[in-house]
């Protein structure tokens, strides 16, 4: 459920309003997608009674269902302009976003995380800055050693990172079109990446969304029929 590049295929379908059965793999488990596709990757498409080999890859999933005739008008979700200034904007939050977020994470009640083993396995694989992800992954810290830093990252951090967050979602107000469409000429790939990945700033308590930034939120939304957190925020 937290994953954006899941997210970016379900706002895709809702906005085309193709009906689908989403399926929740626990974030420990390998030997579905590996059985799937040949490693633990998400999202991957599987087609009922269909010869089509299981997709994985979220925008090549879009662009599936977005150019098949067989779900409705094709090119409705128009190409990426290729504007730098969304992605640099996510880039220089990246910092501030897995301290908020991937703490925050381990508190909700997600499907992927509903047992304790998802969790673990959460926690073992994704860093907390400073710490890359290789030497998270590689090093001699221990499990407690990690979920201690989880938690104070959640107790005590939060207030050093807020601002920077609030601050940085105040600069994305002008850069945002429309609530309809983040670029001028119409949704578009630029808004399945953003509104993906804002998403999971809405689980956090504290944060600032300026008008402009949460009518775009709540308007993709209901079009792509996928809900946001703001009644979960920690």
Same mark, same amino acid.
């Given at each position: 459920?937290?994953?954006?590049?899941? !997210?970016?295929?379900?706002? *895709? &379908?809702?906005? #085309?309003?193709?009906?689908?059965?989403? $399926?929740?793999?626990?974030? @420990?488990? !390998?030997?579905?997608?590996? *059985? &799937?596709?040949? #490693?633990?990757?998400?999202?991957?498409? $599987?087609?009922?009674?269909? @010869?089509?080999?299981?997709?994985?890859?979220? &925008?090549?999933?879009?662009?599936?269902?977005?150019?098949?005739?067989?779900?409705?008008?094709?090119?409705?979700?128009?190409?990426?302009?290729?504007?730098?200034?969304?992605?640099?904007?996510?880039?220089?939050?990246?910092?501030?976003?897995?301290?908020?977020t991937r703490p925050r994470y381990m508190q909700t009640a997600l499907p992927e995380f509903m047992q304790q083993d998802g969790k673990d396995a959460f926690?073992?694989?994704?860093?907390?800055?400073?710490?890359?992800?290789?030497?998270?992954?590689?090093?001699?810290?221990?499990?407690?050693?990690?979920?201690?830093?989880?938690?104070?990252?959640?107790?005590?951090?939060?207030?050093?990172?807020?601002?920077?967050?609030?601050?940085?979602?105040?600069?994305?107000e002008p850069m945002i079109y429309s609530k309809e469409f983040c670029s001028e000429g119409g949704f578009s790939y630029d808004d399945i990446d953003l509104?993906?990945?804002?998403?999971?700033?809405?689980?956090?308590?504290?944060?600032?969304?300026?008008?402009?930034?949460?009518?775009?939120?709540?308007?993709?939304?209901?079009?792509?029929?996928?809900?946001?957190?703001?009644?979960?925020?920690?």
């Amino acid at each position: 459920d937290h994953c954006p590049f899941c !997210v970016r295929v379900r706002l *895709a &379908l809702g906005y #085309k309003n193709v009906k689908h059965e989403v $399926v929740f793999m626990g974030n @420990d488990d !390998v030997a579905t997608p590996t *059985a &799937l596709i040949g #490693k633990k990757i998400a999202p991957i498409l $599987v087609m009922p009674n269909d @010869d089509m080999a299981p997709m994985p890859e979220s &925008l090549d999933i879009c662009k599936f269902f977005d150019e098949n005739e067989r779900f409705g008008p094709t090119n409705v979700i128009k190409p990426a302009t290729g504007r730098t200034d969304f992605k640099t904007w996510q880039k220089g939050l990246q910092t501030t976003l897995r301290m908020l977020t991937r703490p925050r994470y381990m508190q909700t009640a997600l499907p992927e995380f509903m047992q304790q083993d998802g969790k673990d396995a959460f926690v073992k694989n994704h860093q907390l800055p400073p710490y890359e992800k290789k030497e998270w992954k590689e090093g001699d810290m221990t499990m407690d050693a990690k979920w201690a830093l989880y938690t104070d990252a959640l107790e005590t951090k939060t207030g050093e990172h807020l601002p920077d967050l609030n601050a940085a979602l105040k600069e994305l107000e002008p850069m945002i079109y429309s609530k309809e469409f983040c670029s001028e000429g119409g949704f578009s790939y630029d808004d399945i990446d953003l509104w993906s990945r804002l998403r999971s700033i809405s689980l956090v308590k504290g944060a600032e969304f300026p008008k402009g930034v949460k009518d775009y939120m709540d308007y993709h939304e209901k079009a792509g029929d996928v809900p946001l957190y703001w009644n979960m925020q920690i």
